[in-house]
């Protein structure tokens, strides 16, 4: 078995190195890696075609080998993902805030890496570079461990990474992958809390459950998105239109795409008959409540369980309700605490909205879509956090960094 | 059984009162709640009285009944810090940063509450109230287990807090005290992740540590203090003797009491002779390593785990190092991330440290017991964040929050 705690030793002293690193070393770093992986392409694709043959051999479903498969324009993706990077602000070293307490003793509390970062993810081998690249950034010794299918590209990868590291006079052990893909070495993986600071699995929600329930190392937990477009009263019904089939159908399997739509009363007779058009056209399935049906007699009836589902497919559950108020008292029971947004022209209902819902992002007048770091303007994004503990919403370098604080004092002890 | 889902939504329910309620609201209820206390004093030493009966019958140790104990001064106490926690500045709704998209949304980061927080603790009874002040103030329900010692004293104290709460005309739900003290319990709610955002675990360090094992809901670790303090060879020693004197023996019990000195070899045979003279004085036992014994002929040589230990006694390790490096190293190895200090006149040392050492707190020419929520100016903490995720160091009202981002948009869908 692979001798974890020896690559934790070798993470904690990579991780002393970089987190004391100028930001302009990083940058070249990141670049000289981006080009490595365009000159090293040969290799790596050689990598990633044993991986598909293996997955189609055991008849893998087609989507998942379309994540799994890996091709010139992609790794010029994952290239161009490392510089951009390069090109974002460095949170290590800023201040957050600095006061000078009763004792006369001056604090500063500064952004510092978090340390070791452990990520754990399924089939995608873009993970391997993203990952390490924001690790990196942020200061961070990254710790990987891919999916078993991946295997041959995501070590392809990371050779090269560590290799350009090398290259470029730094500790390679910065950036860490775990060869050996059994579940027994990922468990204890993730027990391995005397190493890793942090732990973040990405994939699907199932095998993050399966993390957040195994793990003892502190997690931050993502993805799962049951995301809700609220019409009000008030809405300006062609602006609701275009952003709940934006939300739905611009790419639905995605995290931040809306899965319900909650409609006020007053409305739901003009809006629903022209919703439920636009849908049709985007070959979308609707599940309604009682009060929609009696407006669109033609959908399927919701069940209790379709109001907490996310379905990541071409399927969105439409509900009646009475106003705002309801409409609140829904989204907060049975939504995921990721996107929200709500249709309105109404001031004081915009308000109360953004003031009531819980939920890393609450929107107004806008799609659920916009819920990414790219978008965001952080540049890149390690995943979108669904907790309320550390970081909250899209995590890009600045999430990856903790405080310190240094405090300046001339001989103060304690009375 | 207690049913703790009932609990939970009980807590749920109450919190999102809390979460709307406006500071003045707030810091009136914190008020009423201190003049309660002392209102009911008679009946909350009366339930003390049972606790300690109970506690001398089974040959509790002296130190642990002192910690047991209320009287009408430490009553006066806790009232008063609920009128400091009422006087401290709501962290709720403050914003930490905002920007304007490229697609023209502009996005603000709002500070709002965590939602519910489980404190589980030991036989302290001023924590019902500390915490329960803590959580109230920053807009989050309190779930509290204290320990079975206590029992009779917390129920007394939080029965008190509910009574006040209603009387506000509240739920008094923000605050719930589990009565069932049962281990199968205290097991059940470290699971309760449906209703609690963060579970705090207060106490001693194996406490702590059987705590972050058990639990799956996110917690925040707190307390373990192995700290440091460093002499440089630029020192000003008198300096330094007053500090290490102070961060060891003004209260040893202590997480941020001093354990260990490293001094820098081409001043040791200067400064320890005056060192052990001071710590002799003040009964302090010596452990060093060879060169200090060479030093100091009578000092206990420390052994490996020495330099692992949290003494919380009047103990103190010394290790001579060869300079700055070794001493980083060293602590760096060693440490519990918690508080660190260098004692130098030199800028270039001062800085190094401060950069280098990996902990929530790097001093310059102070004493390690600063590290305290009232010292740092909060007011009041829930504890001392040893751990990287979220929290750092002191934790007061602000660090019982999360961010919102509010998006505001005119009609924005992603192409």
């Given at each position: 078995m692979t001798n974890l705690n020896e690559m934790g030793q070798k993470a904690q002293k990579a991780e002393f190195q970089l987190s004391q690193l100028g930001t302009l070393d990083k940058n070249a770093a990141l670049r000289k890696m981006a080009d490595d992986l365009e000159k090293n392409a040969a290799t790596i694709l050689n990598a990633n075609e044993k991986d598909l043959k293996a997955a189609q051999e055991s008849d893998m479903s087609k989507a998942m080998q379309d994540r799994l498969l890996l091709d010139a324009d992609r790794i010029k993706g994952m290239a161009d993902g490392l510089r951009s990077i390069a090109d974002q602000e460095d949170p290590?070293?800023?201040?957050d805030r600095g006061w000078t307490t009763e004792d006369n003793l001056d604090i500063i509390q500064q952004r510092v890496p978090l340390g070791v970062i452990g990520i754990i993810f399924e089939a995608r081998p873009n993970v391997t570079v993203d990952a390490a690249g924001l690790c990196f950034k942020s200061g961070n010794a990254a710790f990987l461990r891919g999916g078993k299918e991946a295997i041959n590209s995501n070590i392809a990868l990371s050779d090269t990474l560590r290799a350009s590291l090398k290259e470029s006079g730094l500790d390679e052990n910065a950036v860490q992958l775990l060869h050996d893909t059994s579940h027994e070495t990922a468990q204890s993986m993730m027990e391995l809390s005397d190493y890793l600071d942090v732990l973040i699995p990405r994939g699907s929600g199932k095998f993050i459950k399966m993390v957040v329930n195994k793990a003892k190392v502190p997690i931050i937990e993502t993805g799962a998105g049951n995301c809700h477009i609220y019409v009000d009263e008030s809405a300006d019904q062609d602006k609701a239109l275009k952003i709940i089939i934006n939300a739905k159908?611009?790419?639905?399997?995605?995290?931040?795409?809306?899965?319900k739509v909650l409609v006020n009363e007053n409305i739901a007779e003009e809006f629903l008959p022209k919703l439920a058009e636009e849908l049709k056209k985007n070959k979308v399935e609707i599940r309604g409540d009682e009060k929609t049906k009696s407006i669109l007699p033609d959908v399927i009836p919701a069940t209790e369980e379709d109001w907490y589902?996310?379905?990541?497919?071409?399927i969105i559950g439409i509900k009646v309700v009475t106003g705002l108020d309801e409409a609140i008292e829904h989204i907060n029971k049975y939504n995921t605490k990721h996107s929200e947004s709500i249709i309105t022209e109404n001031y004081a209902s915009a308000r109360k909205f953004q003031k009531q819902i819980d939920a890393a992002v609450v929107y107004v007048?806008?799609?659920?879509?916009?819920?990414?770091g790219g978008k965001f303007g952080f540049?890149?994004?390690?995943g979108i956090s669904t907790q309320k503990l550390h970081a909250r919403g899209p995590m890009g370098a600045h999430e990856l960094t903790t405080t310190k604080y240094l405090v300046n004092g001339s001989g103060q002890i304690r009375e």
């Open positions: 290590i070293g800023k201040v159908v611009q790419r639905p399997s995605v995290c931040n795409a809306a899965e589902t996310e379905y990541n497919d071409y007048n806008a799609s659920t879509r916009f819920t990414d540049g890149a994004e390690i």
